[in-house]
């Protein structure tokens, strides 16, 4: 278990000697074994062994759990007052998950620095520090692949087994996965709980449309309270995430130490005394950063300016900006929206040949459009973040994830924002969010459910292999696979968050059709990781990163969006204040265009009344919103118990020995004189303190 596969590209035995000794002098077991894909590399397998997995477990503050069933701090010394994680099957009773085994083996090896070079060692043109890890000497040495192996028993199947909807199923994940897949899951299963409630909503609002058919969401009484609603439960789920996220990572026992600061391989800066550690350490300073951050927030708004550029080309293939728009004198195209016209092409009253088929490419070539500057800005964004110099690997991949989200987001929405808030016309809203949440469902179960199941069906003689396979078939089997990619998982739903939350009213059966996907989602995604990719590297997190940050930022975005389209996009406040506003009629030609025989207008007298309006509900709605978000805590009462309880452990053990590392033998029914002695001193302190 925790087994990595090592692949060089090199036949020099000079060169491999010298690198597999400096990987055992760290303390990691390397075994060469065959590698049938490509005779020009030599493949070996890495793994800890058992004194090494026990060291590293202590060093790094595992929490394990006792024969009391309590967790706490992992020692050697009492190796057998910990029990085995017992939901799970573990190599030979072992006390460490398959995620533990393999986070350990990979942070021993880049933690291997090179002491000396010899002559035969390849020197790169920009020359190698003596400093540097071992995995950048590897890196530099042309190594062609270094990840973690599936396992050759059921641990890697058992997820599958039990299944997404299970109660055990995300607790299976960290077991074989780790924690930075485990919450992606987790989230995912909450997010799906909670859209229950939305989904009922969101039907029971279309159910009211469908059988008044002379009301819809333009004029619909109830289409408001839906809004209020989605806002106030978008609040909720953010707060009950973060309660479950603390929950799940408390009883995984995984703790975030502040000032173990994990330094990104292509990390470069000046050598300075670290403040912290008292220790040499490499220091860029904040405002070099400051500076290349301008200079990307400069390309992306270029970049930005260039997919604004292609959705208006989108937005007049569509035939949404026409000669009766708003926008008709600065982002219409005459030599395009044309196609559009009556009995042309795209027309999209129908009239023009073959309508069933042609009004669906604009459609489309607006998707594929999307997905072609995604990932050209894919490949800018990677060049921009690694210029920015980030220190951690965290760091590093939320300013990754921060730029690609703002522009991939800003390619889905533009055309929804365009509509809603320029405009103003919340029937092409509707129609516009209808086509491309059904397109995108369909792109996404197709790529994600329907290619993988083929793939496996395809494949099923490999995936019928015996359990007692070698580590080299296993190997062979792994080498083909792609790299986990967990940024889109997470970016399509954070996407489906916004069409579900920012456009409410629009568009009520996003919720009920996201329920249906995601589900579906939850078991491409987990067959995904179980046979079509490589294992992902492990990392212990303790929360979903940026994403926290992004799904909040949408949350609370909506309560402005729908806020504007309830006062001004749609007729609801008309509804409600038939005197703030006037109706005007439309030519039969305009109304084609707008999909309606009419807009209403702000009355003459009623401007004041109607910014009264909005800002008196904007101000209620966003103090409820404070109001529950600081009564409802980020924790449950029992998990500050249980972090209470281990820093009481901790610090018992502590003044035991003198700082030394010993137990608390409570586990094991033993009272030292000297340490209980100590515990009652301290005991006795505290209560004349509080005294």
């Not at 924690?179 to 969101?202: D, E, M």
Request: net charge neutral; aromatic share 14%; hydrophobic share 40%.
């Amino acid at each position: 278990m925790g087994d990595h596969v090592l692949i060089l590209k090199t036949k020099d035995q000079n060169l491999l000697d010298f690198i597999t000794g400096r990987i055992r002098d760290g303390g990691l077991h390397i075994s060469p074994c065959n590698h049938s894909q490509n005779k020009r590399h030599s493949a070996f397998i890495v793994n800890s062994p058992e004194d090494l997995i026990s060291k590293e477990a202590e060093g790094w503050g595992f929490l394990k759990r006792d024969l009391q069933g309590f967790k706490r701090e992992y020692r050697r010394a009492n190796h057998l007052f910990y029990q085995p994680p017992y939901t799970y099957k573990t190599p030979a009773k072992s006390l460490f998950t398959p995620s533990e085994l393999s986070y350990i083996t990979n942070e021993v090896m880049k933690r291997i620095k090179i002491k000396s070079l010899p002559d035969f060692f390849p020197r790169p043109k920009s020359g190698l520090l003596k400093s540097d890890p071992m995995i950048l000497a590897l890196e530099r040495a042309e190594i062609v692949q270094f990840w973690p192996l599936h396992s050759s028993g059921e641990d890697s199947k058992e997820s599958w087994k039990v299944g997404p909807l299970d109660r055990t199923f995300c607790d299976h994940v960290e077991h074989y996965f780790g924690s930075n897949v485990a919450l992606y899951f987790a989230w995912l299963r909450n997010y799906i709980t909670w859209l229950i409630l939305p989904a009922v909503a969101g039907s029971l609002v279309s159910l009211y449309h469908f059988i008044h058919p002379d009301i819809n969401v333009d004029n619909s009484l109830v289409t408001p309270v839906y809004t209020l609603f989605i806002v106030i439960w978008g609040v909720l789920f953010v707060k009950s995430w973060e309660r479950k996220c603390s929950s799940l990572v408390c009883d995984w026992g995984i703790e975030e130490v502040q000032w173990r600061r994990e330094v990104r391989p292509g990390f470069t800066g000046r050598k300075r005394i670290s403040p912290v550690t008292g220790m040499p350490e490499r220091h860029f300073s904040s405002q070099e950063r400051l500076f290349r951050y301008c200079v990307s927030a400069v390309v992306t708004l270029a970049l930005l300016i260039v997919a604004f550029f292609f959705m208006v080309l989108s937005l007049n293939l569509q035939g949404y900006i026409h000669k009766f728009s708003y926008s008709r004198n600065y982002l219409l195209f005459p030599s395009i929206s044309w196609l559009c016209d009556e009995g042309q092409l795209f027309d999209r009253s129908g009239r023009g040949p073959m309508p069933y088929l042609f009004l669906k490419v604009p459609i489309i070539l607006h998707l594929v459009t999307i997905q072609i500057l995604n990932r050209i800005f894919q490949v800018v964004a990677n060049i921009l973040t690694n210029w920015e110099n980030h220190r951690s690997p965290i760091q590093h991949e939320n300013a990754l994830y921060i730029k690609r989200f703002f522009f991939e987001a800003f390619d889905c929405y533009i055309a929804l924002f365009y509509l809603a808030f320029v405009e103003a016309d919340i029937v092409l809203l509707r129609k516009t969010m209808t086509s491309f949440y059904t397109y995108d469902s369909l792109r996404r179960l197709s790529c994600e459910t329907l290619i993988p199941l083929l793939t496996r069906k395809a494949s099923r003689k490999i995936a019928k292999k015996e359990e007692t396979a070698s580590s080299n078939s296993r190997m062979d089997e792994d080498y083909d696979k792609g790299e986990y990619e967990q940024f889109d998982d997470y970016l399509e739903m954070v996407v489906q968050l916004g069409y579900v939350t920012l456009f409410a009213g629009a568009f009520p059966l996003a919720a009920p059709l996201s329920v249906i996907c995601n589900i579906l989602e939850l078991y491409s995604d987990i067959f995904k990781l179980s046979f079509i990719t490589k294992l992902p590297k492990v990392h212990r997190v303790t929360n979903i990163g940026v994403w926290s940050f992004l799904v909040k930022g949408i949350v609370l975005l909506s309560l402005f969006t729908n806020l504007y389209i309830f006062c001004f996009t749609s007729e609801q406040l008309m509804t409600y204040a038939p005197t703030f506003f006037e109706r005007v009629p439309l030519s039969p030609e305009e109304a084609v265009k707008a999909g309606s025989d009419h807009y209403h207008v702000i009355a003459a007298d009623a401007g004041m009344a109607v910014a009264t309006t909005m800002m008196s509900l904007e101000h209620v709605i966003l103090f409820l919103v404070v109001v529950m978000w600081l009564l409802v805590p980020e924790t449950t009462p029992s998990v500050k118990d249980e972090k209470a309880r281990r820093e009481y452990v901790k610090f018992m053990e502590s003044i035991g020995s003198g700082g030394e590392n010993v137990t608390i033998t409570t586990s094991v029914g033993t009272k030292p004189k000297n340490l209980w002695g100590k515990v009652k001193l301290f005991h006795e302190n505290s209560e004349i303190n509080e005294q």
